[in-house]
């Protein structure tokens, strides 16, 4: 497995598993937004139709890179997770059967994907990589990914469906990560024609569409529910900001008295995770009852 230098990496990763569109932006995506009551330093990365919710938390000060894996239930309860013989665990989606993707750390910063089923811990990697990342799963249990063959290769998509690994790159791009993946089998995820370029994707019945935020120089599609919405994150010249996109329109999402946020991802009711900025803290957030 490739050595990854710090635990910026694993979030980078997430974040990345990152035909442009005249329409506007200005609409907000309204929800009823909370903060579950998680431990310090947590992040949630993923939520089912039950509102079951995974994420990690930091169990001790932040440059301990401690990480635990977290499963939060809808009526609040908190469990934690710990791969067998890691240092740090991540969980990084949930479908609605209750299966979890997720990696950990071993040993000197290497890291490893597995899945949990029913309890029971299976590994995953994609077959002669170095480097495996798996950030979405369906209900189909096909699971979404990214690869890296080598240290210095640049990134490849996979689907993995019934114990056959099948790669994704969007035509022509130097790179290409894949996010989610819903029931329908439509895949989300970025790609860029250089290393530090970035749009979104949409595949769908083996056709690829481009999705770029109007005025974004990055745009990573992350998230995606059965009616086709879609959320993500894009890089504006006043900073990081996240969205929803469906049918060709963008709404942003703005969650009150926050600096901004980053959405992580969506049910199928139309529910959002993923982890806001306020004066003090950095609190993960839950919105419901959104439209």
Known sequence: MARVPCLSYCFCVLLLALCSSSAASGQSFTCDFEYPHLPRYSSLFGVNR???????????????????????????????YSAPGSEQTFLNAINDHGDILGHYEATSSFFYNFELVGGEFIPIAYPGAENTTITGINNEGDIVGTEWATASSQAKGFVLSHGQFTDIEFPKAAWTGASAINNKGTIVGSYGEEEFSGHGFILSDGQYTKVDFPGATYTSLLGIDDRGEIVGTSLLSEGERSFVYRDGKFRRINIPKTSRNAVSAINAFGDIVGQAWTPTSQPAFLGTHCK
């Open 50 to 80: 039950f509102g079951t919710m995974v994420g990690f938390y930091l169990a001790g000060p932040v440059n301990d890179l401690n990480a635990a894996g977290l499963i939060v239930s809808a009526s609040g309860e908190i469990l934690t």
